[in-house]
């Protein structure tokens, strides 16, 4: 079974640019979450859909950042217009039910000049 | 204060001792607490899982929980080089599905 993926691994961009990160769930898990890590930083959490509700958005930091999940599947984050704070590790994690093991995806590394 | 502390290390630890990794967290309502391991540019990997005060062993890992001094701490026997990672302490307040990350301790294991 394949695990969380997303993408892209990598993405450079300049300030004011904008930039759409991808998670793919593991199939069937209705839970997704989406955290990152700041450089030096631990890893925050920044929301977490119920198929395709937000559950808990308490963690966006601000406006710039739009988190979809259309149809319960996989689901986006963007960010517009990107800031140079916004560089880190964007990782996305999947549970079967909420009190379930979060399983995580590799990160999308983005950096932002 | 934050929210989960860990010392950020690195733990040096000779192949085949015990490491002893330690967490505290500021939230008396925790619930559930949670150990990942990270390898370099790699995703967090879930090693154990506690809820209860006590211990909690699975193979080489033991998981320790004391709720009334808010500690939890992860013991790794028999330390392989294959062991070498950052450890994650993440805890989980009731009502809330979110994992609070500590900032992760840097274990090193050497030949």
């Known amino acids: 079974e394949a695990g969380v993926t997303q993408f892209p691994s990598h993405s450079v961009i300049e300030k004011g640019q904008t930039v759409t990160l991808r998670c793919d769930p593991i199939s069937g898990h209705d839970n997704l979450y989406w955290y990152r890590r700041v450089m030096g930083k631990e890893i925050k959490f920044l929301l977490h859909?119920?198929?395709?509700?937000?559950?808990?958005e308490s963690g966006m930091p601000n406006n710039r950042f739009l988190a979809e999940r259309t149809g319960g599947t996989y689901s986006t984050l963007k960010v517009q217009p990107a800031e140079l704070e916004d560089s880190g590790v964007y990782f996305c994690?999947?549970?079967?039910?909420?009190?379930?093991?979060?399983?995580f995806g590799p990160g999308t590394r983005l950096l932002v000049l | 204060q934050k929210e989960v502390e860990q010392n950020s290390g690195p733990l040096s630890v000779p192949e085949g001792a015990i490491a002893s990794l330690n967490c505290t967290y500021s939230d008396r309502g925790s619930q559930s607490f949670f150990w990942y391991r990270q390898y370099s540019g790699k995703s967090p990997e879930l090693i154990m899982f506690?809820?209860?005060?006590g211990d909690k062993e699975d193979g080489r890992f033991t998981a320790q929980l004391n709720k009334a001094s808010q500690y939890v701490s992860l013991l790794i026997r028999d330390s392989q080089p294959s062991d070498s990672a950052t450890y994650l302490c993440a805890v989980k307040s009731g009502g809330y599905n979110k994992l609070i990350f500590g900032a992760g301790t840097r274990l090193a294991v050497h030949p």
């Open positions: 506690i809820y209860s005060n």
């Open positions: 859909f119920v198929k395709e509700s937000k559950q808990d």
């Open positions: 994690a999947s549970s079967q039910d909420q009190t379930k093991t979060q399983y």
